[in-house]
Each structure stands twice: as C-alpha cells, then as structure tokens.
C-alpha cells in the first residue's frame, strides 16, 4: 500500500450539508462515504425531514429505519442523524456521528473507514455521540436512547 491512508480529504458540499443539518434542520441525516477514486469523502445519501417539529420523538425517529437502508450490507460509510428522546426533564436532541464498517466489507475499506474517521470528526463540529458499529444491531435506536436516557 502507497500513501498514507490519513490523506482523504472531507469534501466542502460534506461539511455546507453538515451545516444546514445542524442550523437548518430540514436535513433528516447525511451518509457520506469515499468518492470513487478515494480521494475525499463526501456525500452519499442525505435523507429529508418529513416531520414537522412539534411531533412525538418516535415519529422524528422513522428517519433511522430509512438512514439503516442507505448503509450498505458490505461496505464502509459514516452517518451523522439526530436523535430524539424524552426525559424526565422533557425533550433532547442529540447528533449522532456514526462509522459503519460492517466485518463483511474488505480490511482495506474498514482500515480506510477508521483511519479518515478523526478528520472527518473534527471537520464536523459539535458532535459528542459517537457509535463504532460493524452490523445492524450496533444501532438499535431503543438500546440507544436507553442508554441515553440512563445517563442523563
């Protein structure tokens, strides 16, 4: 292997697109992923939030089943999404950073996945969840929220 792995860009659409998810709030999630020369991340699937902001937080959740669609069976991709929960103290949102490298993908894309995960964390400010996940039960949104709700 040529060239250090840590030499993938993060495109500016990824961290314009970052910011509208954040500020604008008409984003429902971003799925970013390599370009195909593997130059820079950049973005993959963005889902729209469908729901409008006074609904429950398992309804502004459905966009997770959706975000789990766009996250390839064998391959590498990060994810960020908001997600909703209730509180004894009443409703939070939290954006969560999540990298997907599933053990079916080649090493050299999990390797690649891992070693561009801490530019693109620090690319995209004020993230403070973070889920490694390698198949889909890494991100139960139950399991989730309950650990959430268990450390507030």
């Known amino acids: 292997m040529s060239g250090s792995a840590s030499g993938v860009k ?14 604008k709030k008409n984003t429902g999630y971003l799925v970013l992923g390599f370009s195909d020369d593997i130059s820079k991340i950049v973005v993959i699937n963005e889902g729209v939030n469908k729901v409008p902001p006074n609904a429950s ?10 975000m789990l669609d766009a996250l390839p069976a064998n391959d590498v991709r990060y994810a960020i999404i908001d ?4 509180t004894k103290e009443g409703s939070r949102t939290e954006i969560f950073f999540i990298a997907w490298a599933p053990d079916t993908a080649a090493i050299k894309r999990k390797m690649l996945c891992a070693s561009s995960k801490d530019a693109l ?3 995209l400010q004020g ?3 973070h889920i490694q996940a390698t198949c889909k039960a890494d991100l139960d949104l139950d399991a989730i929220i309950s650990e959430k709700v268990k450390s507030k």
């Not at 697109?17 to 954040?22: E, M, S």
């Not at 398992?58 to 997770?64: A, L, M, P, R, V």
């Open 83 to 86: 997600i909703f929960y209730d």
């Open 121 to 123: 964390k620090n690319a």
């Open 57 to 66: 937080a398992t309804e502004k959740n459905q966009k997770w089943a959706e």
């Open 10 to 23: 993060v495109d500016n659409t990824v961290i314009e697109k970052f910011h509208d998810f954040k500020i």
């Open 127 to 129: 993230i403070r969840n």
